[in-house]
């Protein structure tokens, strides 16, 4: 008895969802924002460092799984896609920072933390999408 091969995946399956990935991105800005620029206000940014570098990664997961969670395939791809545009939102936002820019913003965390912090909200993303994938038995 031979297997059945699978089914070639629809156009419909391997096309790119823009509106998935952009409304991604903005949530996890806007989660991100709510969460930690309120604690940033009354605690000072120093002090909340290691939680907002380890929000990233975690509200990266969660918005990586959001962004892939209807998709029938390229789940990764969604995801990290999300996550690449809510970092370069991040760095838009930081350019913007009326108080000195982006470089203001990079030393207040610190060049290592601020490249890693970066670095794993696109990880975080990657992995929610993964979960995604891996949980639909799919491919991504």
């Known amino acids: 008895m031979t297997a059945n ?61 959001w962004v892939s969670r209807k998709l029938r395939a390229r789940h990764v791809f969604h995801a990290t896609a999300a996550g690449i545009l809510a970092t370069a939102l991040y760095l838009g936002l930081g350019v913007l920072n009326p108080e000195g820019g982006l470089r203001a913003v990079v030393e207040g965390y610190g060049p290592t933390t601020f490249v890693l912090g970066n670095i794993l909200r696109i990880l975080g993303c990657m992995l929610g999408g993964y979960l995604n994938r891996r949980n639909q038995g799919t491919r991504a």
């Open 5 to 65: 091969p699978a089914p070639a995946a629809s156009l419909k399956d391997t096309s790119i969802h823009w509106g998935r990935i952009i409304a991604g991105a903005f949530l996890l800005e806007l989660v991100l924002i709510v969460v930690f620029v309120p604690l940033i206000a009354s605690v000072g940014l120093p002090r909340l460092i290691p939680f907002i570098v380890a929000g990233c990664f975690v509200f990266g997961i969660a918005c990586g799984w």
